[in-house]
């Protein structure tokens, strides 16, 4: 770091487990770039004080996570139309002083299963599992990529039916009642869990019967604690494609990466170095 060095970083309530720094700081090196990205923790009582003290000392970028991703919007200058679909930002971008709001979670999704499991998504049906705060992003970037079904249940099938309403001015989603699960998964190409079942230290849960997915499908999980979740090992074990949730995380912080520098990011790397940190 020198005088020169351009700053960058992520605001969290928790923050200390964050990969980020590790996965940025090594993009910074590998891609030449004299930057540096550090881990901040910010309470929501001082949300609002650290996005000042981001426009005050010039950071060129920010990731914001749980739990600022809503509220910190009322502390932006613009936020991208992907974004405002999302309801979330998750990272912004300091354009000579004007904070602008970006959403990669969803794109960083879509982006990893593309590149992981399936390259195409026009065309096939797909059931997404759980309407919470990633569903939304997940939906919008699915909805881009012009497939024939996109159907959604939730536990709670009201937030289901909420969120596919939330969309209907832009694209279909069919809200599916929790209990007709079987039938909509077996005629699905790809499935995905973006419910928090089967997330350490409750890894022998799955959300739904894995065997109910047709073999051939993808079976995608968002959760990448465990790296594998039983959900994608019980679907890989009848004959599906299984799609573990490290390519989201990756893929975020990727489409971060590209958005501050306006370089590729290498993407090889930032997997090898948040792979590493879990040893
Ligand atoms: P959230 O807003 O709290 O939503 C949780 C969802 O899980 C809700 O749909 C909830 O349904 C459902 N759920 C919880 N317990 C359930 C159960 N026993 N049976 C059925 N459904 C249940 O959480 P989120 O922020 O969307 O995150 C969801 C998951 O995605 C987490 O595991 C998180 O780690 C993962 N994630 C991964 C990445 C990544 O980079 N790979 C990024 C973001 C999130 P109800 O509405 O009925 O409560």
Known sequence: MDSYTVLYGVIGDPIRHSKSP??????????G???????????????????????????RGLN????????????????????????????????????????????????????EAEPSLAGRRIV???????????????????PAKLMLANRTE????????????????????????????GSADVVINTTSVGMSPNADATPIDPSWLKPGAVASDLIYNPLKTKFVRDAEAGGCRGHGGLGMFIYQGAYAFE???????????MREAVMASFT
């Open 158 to 185: 009201e937030k289901a039916r909420e969120l596919a309403g939330a969309f209907a001015s832009e694209f279909e989603i069919e809200p599916v009642a929790w209990t007709d699960l079987r039938e909509a998964c």
């Open 33 to 59: 770039i004299n930057g540096a990205y550090a881990a901040f923790h910010v309470t929501p009582d001082t949300l609002g004080e650290a996005i000042a003290g981001i426009r005050a000392l010039d950071f």
């Open 64 to 115: 914001v996570t749980i739990p600022h991703k809503i509220e910190v919007m009322k502390y932006l200058d613009d936020i991208h139309p992907g974004a405002k679909a999302a309801g979330a930002v998750n990272t912004i971008v300091n354009e000579g002083g004007r904070l602008i709001g970006y959403n990669t979670d969803g794109i960083g999704y879509v982006r990893s299963l593309k590149e």
């Open 259 to 269: 958005y501050w520098t306006g370089q590729a990011a290498p993407v090889g790397v």
């Open 128 to 146: 997404v599992l759980g309407a919470g705060g990633a569903s939304r992003g997940i939906l919008w970037a699915l909805a881009q990529e012009n």
């Open 22 to 31: 590790v996965m940025l700081n090594r993009a910074f090196r590998e891609a």
